[in-house]
């Protein structure tokens, strides 16, 4: 079969040709660039446990620990008050709660050997993650990486499809299947003929990297309504002058910060003098007293403004009398979130990624992070169908599942958007805070770590890849079926103790809870108790398939059997070793006896793009960018997953 092209190397693109590489399938990626990534210290991405962990998996995880940061704790102020810290564990390792944790209500999680504290996001520069994927594309020999290729056409029939590149090597190229993760002014998607409907401009924000000491070192912020000197406070600096705003500071290595201020409503120009003067104003806050001189700005590549004292009001001043830490201004720019969702992400053997199916990013939700879920999704099901051949129900329940889940996080942006930046739509989405439980700054607080509707990891628990109804013997545990599996310790069929999230990737995953197994040799167990017949069931699957054991599994009973998908979500939890059961739900993950989903579960689909539901979510999605407020029917992403990504 012909090789899967992917348009566009950013990380999305590049990620997906190394998973699919990974898979054996092979892969074209055609690069409309030269190949060298522009290095922006002011274009970072924030990465959830999950998608951190698969990024890790397709060999960046060298780059995420060297240039990538895990925060300590996470401060919420409200002008000179500390509303909360949410501490982290910093390698996700057991860590013991602390005061201030106690103090915030929800700074630790519990889990079966006692309390844990949440593991941090990492916090990464986007040219260091392409870096690191191009790197690992060089040691996969199915990948060719095609430099200065420009998609100009697009053609498609029953056996693949033809791309016609203009370039250096522009010429017409043969694929299997073919994947848009070019870009929010995405080729593919408009030879496609798919609209790109939503918001422009839903937030904007003035973004500085800097290197700098602050009061909190390893701690990110989020100050709401801080206060404001001099010519920052008094609105003769421009745009980001005025009484209220938002600034956020998230660490890198090496003393390096990453500062966003959310500017008013409106496309005013942010002049090198405004945010000068507003990094000044800002550090000198944060600083009980001064401790040197002036921003000065480094030389080297960058976006935008660059400069030192003589852009400020003099070496260590303010403007008011407070004195300014030393700091060295590295890269700015101006950060403008926009919310789309594309009309379809499949039409034959085509399919939409990353920003050329969405964006999104208000309210500290993370573009990238949901591009990456779309590569994760979508490399098992594309390996499946270049293996084994694929149903057209395997291959749309990438558009069902991933599609749903976007769309459901830009309904709880939108609806969180008016009570977060207006309080006059207070009493008007009052439910959307008493639903939750929850105040205005813990939703804030939820999207930037990946909680609650802005921020967790989604649940495909409408997937038509699900079984129609709970098989025979199925059991409840912690994780709902469609939600991300538990990052429990397992112990691989070499013997080695490893996460579970490490072995994702390849296949089915096959998880035996057995308690007590640990202190047994391995030679012993794998030949004794339920192992066997596990072991015959397994290797009758349709699909490739690894059996781990797992001492515990959150609200799991002794010798509960687990099958995870390849990108982690559980498919189903059985009493024991069921043969039929799992058999039935391995052949519904290819696709088969997908048919037979009655019509009913279909209308319930909140997103799903079937040919009889297109009319109906246009519609809805219709009604979520025109008024500001989507239906409520649909599960948002994180519904029931009881936490966390």
Known sequence: MDPVIVAGAGPVGLSLAVALARLGVPCIVLDETDGRDEVRPARTAVLRPDTAAFLARLGCAETLGSEGTRWAAWRTVQRRRLLDRVAFAATGALAVRTADADAAGHGAERGNDGAHAPLSPIHVPQHALARALRTALDHEPLVQVVPE????????????????????????????????????????????????????????????????????????????APPRRGAAGTGRAGVLGGTTGEVTARPLPDGVWRLDWLLPPGRDLVTPDAL?????????????????????????????????????????????????????????????????????????????AGDAAHLLGALGTQGLDEGLRDAENLAWKLGVAWHHGASDALLDSYQTERRSAVAARLRAADQALPLLRDGGARGRLRGVVTAAGRGRTALLTDGHLGRGPLGAAPVYDRSPLAPAVAPPGAVRVDTVPGAPAADVTVTASDGSAVRLRERLGHGLLVVLVAPGTGVWDRKHWMSAGLMPRLADAVAALPLPAEILVAEHYPGAAAHTVLLIRPDGHLVTALAGVRAAELQACAERLCGDGTGDVPDAERETDPDGDTDRDTDRDRDRYREFTEEGLGGERGGAPGAGAGGAG
């Open 149 to 224: 290729s420009r998609v100009i056409e697009l053609t498609q029939d029953r056996d693949g499809v033809g791309i016609h590149t203009r370039g250096p090597k522009g010429t017409w190229w043969r694929g299997s299947y073919v994947v848009g993760c070019d870009g929010p002014r995405s080729t593919v998607r408009k030879l496609l003929d798919i609209r790109f409907p939503g918001r422009t401009a839903v937030e904007r924000h003035a973004v500085a990297a800097l290197r700098t000491e602050l009061p909190w070192p390893g701690e990110a912020l989020l100050h709401r």
């Open 276 to 352: 000068v003067a507003r990094i000044r104003d800002t550090l000198a806050g944060w600083t009980e007293a001064g401790t040197g001189q002036g921003g000065t700005a480094a030389e080297g590549e960058g976006h935008a403004f660059r400069g030192g004292p003589a852009f400020g009001q003099g070496p260590g001043d303010a403007g008011n009398g407070s004195l300014v830490p030393a700091y060295e201004l590295l890269d700015t720019g101006v950060h403008t979130v926009h919310h789309r969702l594309a009309r379809r992400w499949r039409s034959g053997r085509a399919f939409l």
